[in-house]
């Protein structure tokens, strides 16, 4: 685990935080739908008469393709210690360590997702709204249900909660909670399979310079009752 | 070097070629290689593949797992630099609001122009495309034929370097024998795809692709391309020794450091620099074409990007090969009083006849590609298979003219950050999966998607086109294009059929479809257009100069020391991918260029 503060701000103050009237609204908002727009990378503006604008701090269109990049070199952070610490449990909700591959915090999915939410492009805006939103709603609910914030809850009870929201998000995948699950879900599983680690555990065994390439060998033929080419 | 400032350029240039993609670093090449002067005006900055392609880098170095952002909307990894959709303070506007109506136009800003994004595929067009007039009753037939063509397409290739077989299609031509590098395997899905194609009378053959499967015969294409010119034979035999075969992994569309998938700058400017005879002038924006007190283009006349300023360069000949659209708006732009429409536009045809391709994919999941024992399918990155039209020779019994192929996209391809959510239709899970049981299912159901996109004719028509817009203006102050696009039923009709035909061969093939093919709703289906990067026209060629703008020779009809270089001259679009017949047709050009020049006929 990393534990470095480098390149995060202390927490801003647009984060959500949580008073008893927020604490409310949040128990009320976990019924009601809030509506999500449609993420699109490059703007609804498409006749090409205007470029989306933009804060500053993107990579620019001419950025170094070969550089190796880490979350924090090209923007600031955003997430305080304690919104990492829960982001790196629901990663590993999300991914766990299992018999063949390790979990998704050992990989430092949960700094993608900080590099994420703090993106400065239109793309990411919702996603950081939501998953901010959601960070807090889910402590509030465990504080609720549990009386206690969800990192300090026994792990059965962090998976449940998980399970719920995963009905909800199949339910409906933009409306708030299941939103927040299924952006949660998309991002640290995406994360995980493009890390070497994902990519061996899924299965992929290509990007690799080979002098030549022969087709699928014999036994995958054989498991599709395909003839040797 | 002779990668000149506007300062360093030379008096006058024998031909002046405005744009370094497919069509202006053909007629680069070639024109350099018989000895004349040369100077090349790219809007863009230098680029150099070998040394700025991120070859294998994994999406976990790329800010933000890689994925589009108005920086780089194609993804970080993409090798499109400045370019896009949208470039800031480059606009264009479409006519309509309408959404079924707009136009989507992909500007390429850097040395090689679009040939750095770009799938490979290098299809000819058929004999029936030549002839859609003829054959259809709508659109245009070209001023030539096939086989008019075909020396020029079997010279594009073995310059080039491209894989795929001879298969007798009709309509989808094979290449002259020795031709063609020979193809990769199909991969697992490909050949499944094949067996279960083959009963419903569509063969599944290998797709012709700009990618060396194997190095180049340095000693025996030179010979053939430059007969009697040892200069170039030589220049053209090095080039090709540098040329490796594909390594088979990583993405031809992030470029390719070992110049195995071809591009402008690896292939065709790398030589003609070495001639001496080329000037590489970058961050040059041409917006006038000058011409002389007889009528014949002079020059031209652009803005130095890094300095704002405007400069002069002077030429015997002008080619203009900035991208189809780039190269009207370039002419629409070049107004005098003996044209006071825009450059060579006596027949008022200047931005007429716009087309693209008819496209949509279709996708399934394929339970016998479940649980594969674990392999490596790259193969050469991309596609490998595709479905050429399979039924030309019954083009009478549909209700639609034009057909369309259909490449295959499958494979168990590196993972992006969309794999997140790819399983949850085929999940058991009662939630969205998640925990060990996503690992589980991710691991089975991984390389067990299939896609088929299919990519169709388009004949010209009235309701496609573009002008100088009135009021817009890009930075520099460049009257900028509007678009009027609006499909017509022929394409409406064609995506229905496409979208029913690819269902057929997916369910042929066991496959489970999570979104219904949309063949009931094919305005809904139809890519916008521009969408596929394939739009050319604008600049028609044809027979007759009032009804074209160009002859055969990419000549325009008006200002005959004028060439139009890229995709805008042609008459509509073929069931092909457009980049080999700019390839050919700027070839072509170049030869018969180069023939009159010494004729001293211009």
Not at chain 2, 220 to 243: F, V
Not at chain 2, 256 to 276: M, Q, R
Not at chain 2, 540 to 560: E, L, R
Request: proline share 7%; net charge neutral.
């Amino acid at each position: 685990m990393n534990d470095s503060t480098d390149g995060r701000e202390p927490a801003g103050k647009d984060l959500p935080r949580v008073d008893r009237r927020t604490a409310l609204r949040w128990m009320g908002a976990a019924t009601a739908a809030i509506p999500v727009l449609e993420r699109e990378a490059l703007g609804a503006e498409r006749s090409g008469t205007r470029r989306p604008r933009l804060p500053a701090g993107g990579y620019g269109p001419d950025p170094d393709l070969l550089r190796s990049y880490q979350p924090g070199d090209l923007w600031s952070l955003t997430l305080n210690d304690a919104q990492r610490r829960l982001v790196m449990v629901l990663c590993d909700l999300v991914m766990p360590a299992d018999e063949s591959s390790p979990s998704a915090s050992s990989l430092g999915v949960h700094d993608f997702i900080d590099e994420w939410i703090s993106s400065p492009y239109p793309g990411q805006v919702e996603d950081r709204r939501i998953l901010l939103e959601g960070l807090a709603w889910i402590d509030v609910e465990a504080i609720r249900s549990e009386g206690e914030v969800f990192v300090s809850l026994p792990a059965e009870k962090q998976f449940k909660m998980c399970q719920a929201l995963a009905r909800r998000a199949k339910a409906s995948s933009n409306t708030f909670p299941g939103s927040f699950f299924y952006r949660l879900r998309n991002l640290v599983a995406g994360a995980y399979y493009t890390t070497p680690e994902g990519m061996e555990d899924i299965g992929y065994r290509g990007n690799t310079p080979q002098d030549r390439w022969d087709g699928p060998p014999p036994e995958v033929l054989e498991k599709l009752n395909l003839p040797p080419q | 070097m002779p990668i000149v400032s506007p300062k360093q350029l030379r008096e006058r240039y024998d031909v002046i070629i405005v744009g370094s993609g497919a069509g202006g670093g053909q007629m680069a090449y070639t024109l350099t290689m018989e000895g004349l002067k040369v100077l090349v005006l790219e809007a863009g900055r230098v680029y150099d593949p070998v040394s700025e392609t991120p070859m294998l880098q994994t999406w976990n170095q790329a800010p933000l797992r890689g994925v589009a952002t108005p920086d780089k909307q194609y993804g970080f990894y993409d090798a499109s630099i400045e370019s896009g959709w949208e470039l800031p303070g480059e606009p264009y506007t479409n006519a309509s609001s309408e959404p079924s109506r707009q136009f989507r136009w992909w500007r390429q800003r850097m040395l090689g122009g679009r040939t750095n994004h770009w799938g490979r595929v290098s299809l000819r067009n058929g004999p029936y495309d030549f002839k859609t007039r003829s054959r259809q009753g709508i659109g245009f037939d070209w001023p030539m034929t096939y086989q008019d063509l075909a020396p020029w397409y079997d010279k594009a290739e073995m310059l080039v370097g491209i894989f795929g077989d001879q298969e007798g299609i009709e309509n989808s031509p094979d290449s002259s024998p020795g031709v063609l590098l020979p193809p990769p395997k199909f991969r697992a899905g490909e050949i499944l795809a094949r067996e279960r194609a083959r009963p419903l009378g569509i063969s599944v053959v290998p797709v012709h692709r700009a990618v060396l499967t194997q190095q180049q015969d340095a000693w025996r294409i030179p010979g053939r391309l430059h007969p009697g010119n040892p200069r170039a034979q030589r220049l053209l035999a090095e080039n090709m020794r540098l040329r490796l075969k594909c390594l088979f992994a990583t993405d031809c569309h992030r470029g390719c450091s070992i110049k195995a998938a071809f591009d402008s700058t690896s292939v065709y400017l790398a030589p003609a620099l070495k001639t001496g005879d080329l000037d590489l002038l970058p961050q040059a924006m041409v917006h006038q074409v000058t011409l002389n007190a007889m009528g014949k283009a002079s020059g031209v006349v652009f803005i130095d990007k890094q300095s704002g300023r405007e400069h002069r360069a002077r030429g015997r000949v002008v080619v203009i090969a900035g991208g189809s659209q780039e190269s009207v708006r370039l002419l629409l732009n070049s107004q005098s009083n003996r044209f006071p429409d825009g450059l060579a536009n006596s027949s008022g045809l200047v931005g007429k006849y716009l087309t693209d391709s008819v496209a949509r994919r279709v996708s399934a999941q394929i339970p016998a590609l479940e649980n594969l024992p674990l392999h490596n399918e790259d193969g050469v990155v991309g596609q490998q298979a595709y479905m050429p039209w399979w039924l030309a020779g019954e083009q009478e019994t549909l209700d639609f003219p034009g057909g369309y192929k259909a490449l295959l996209v499958s494979g168990r391809k590196m993972p992006n950050l969309n794999i997140g959510r790819r399983f949850d239709q085929v999940s058991q899970a009662d939630g969205i999966p998640f925990g060990r049981q996503l690992k589980e299912e991710a691991r089975r159901y991984y390389g067990s998607f299939q896609s088929i996109g299919a990519q169709g004719a388009m004949a010209a028509n009235d309701d496609c086109y573009c002008e100088l817009d009135p009021v817009v203006k890009d930075r520099w102050g460049i009257p900028v294009l509007r678009f009027h696009w609006k499909w017509s039923e022929d394409e409406l009709r064609q995506v229905s059929h496409q979208q029913r035909a690819m269902a057929e061969i997916l369910e042929a093939m066991g496959g489970r479809f999570f979104k219904r093919p949309l063949a009931e709703q094919p305005e809904k289906a139809i890519r916008q257009g521009g969408t596929i990067i394939h739009e050319v026209g604008g600049a028609i060629m044809g027979a007759h100069p009032s009804k074209s703008v160009t002859n055969q020779w990419c000549q325009t009809w008006d200002v005959p020391n004028l060439i139009v270089g890229d995709g805008a001259t042609f008459p509509g679009t073929a069931d092909k991918n457009p980049t080999l017949t700019i390839m050919a047709l700027a070839y072509r050009a170049a030869d018969h260029l180069v023939d009159e020049m010494k004729k001293g006929n211009l």
